[in-house]
């Protein structure tokens, strides 16, 4: 666990992964009784660019723009500056030293998260790429190689986050997808491998968790984000 004092609304970051606007915002009215933080990945960006992204930031919530800029260094330099100036909080960027020194360059008061492995991605995907490294061991090889280069954070499954907050310490924002309630394994019923409950990645070392199906697609979005908050408390003040 760290020592960040994180109010329990903006724990849980909402992934909006809907394709229209509309869709996007009736969820954040479904759901801002209880968080303030929403995330904005490619679908919904491709479908409406800035024009949600400054929706939410108008209602006063706080916005992840998830798009994994990764592209020649100067080509993310420029990506980072269009967004550093619109209020966005955490932006997340791919890539290797240049592409991470570029992107840190232009980021402002933007905070910059660089993706580790997906986790959507297991053992076996690395296998299969060639990589003969563990997933674990990939992560904090990057997540170490981030950190220097002065990024704020990293986006990891709970299953490296514990690993990451001894080795790396506490400064490290660290960011959690994969998360689904009630279970720290996976059925295999979606893509996501590398998976935990809320409650356990954050007492664990996560900052924040990310979710989205579990939430999105519930017919109680708020009950579901509560619930979860409740699990984050109880696993917070009884650590495993
Ligand atoms: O629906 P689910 O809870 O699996 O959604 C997870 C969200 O987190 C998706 O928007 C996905 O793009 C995002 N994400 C992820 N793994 C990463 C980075 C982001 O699943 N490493």
């Not at 979005?221 to 409740?230: F, Y």
Request: charged fraction near 25%.
């Amino acid at each position: 666990m760290n020592t960040k004092t994180i109010d329990i609304q903006e724990r849980i970051i909402v992934a909006l992964d809907v394709d229209n606007p509309e869709a996007a915002k009736e969820m954040v009215k479904r759901c801002e009784s209880q968080t303030r933080y929403f995330k904005v990945g490619l679908q919904l960006f491709m479908a409406s660019y800035f024009e949600v992204v400054d929706w939410i930031i108008d209602r006063g919530h706080k916005v992840m723009l998830d798009l994994k800029f990764f592209d020649i260094p100067e080509t993310v330099k420029l990506a980072v500056q269009q967004v550093n100036s619109r209020g966005v909080s955490l932006a997340t960027i791919h890539g290797n030293d240049a592409i991470i020194r570029a992107a840190m360059e232009a980021r402002g008061d933007l905070q910059l998260l660089a993706v580790t492995v997906l986790t959507s991605f297991g053992e076996e995907d690395l296998r299969a790429m060639g990589m003969t490294q563990s997933v674990e061991d990939l992560v904090l090889f990057r997540a170490r190689r981030a950190l220097k280069l002065g990024c704020d954070g990293v986006v990891s499954s709970g299953l490296e986050a514990e690993r990451l907050r001894k080795d790396l310490g506490d400064k490290l924002l660290i960011v959690t997808p994969g998360i689904r309630p009630g279970s720290n394994v996976s059925d295999g019923t979606d893509d996501q491998k590398r998976i935990m409950t809320a409650g356990r990645a954050i007492a664990t070392g996560a900052d924040h968790v990310v979710v989205g199906r579990p939430i999105t697609k519930a017919e109680d979005p708020a009950g579901v984000i509560e619930t979860m908050q409740q699990n984050i408390i109880a696993a917070m003040s009884n650590p495993l």
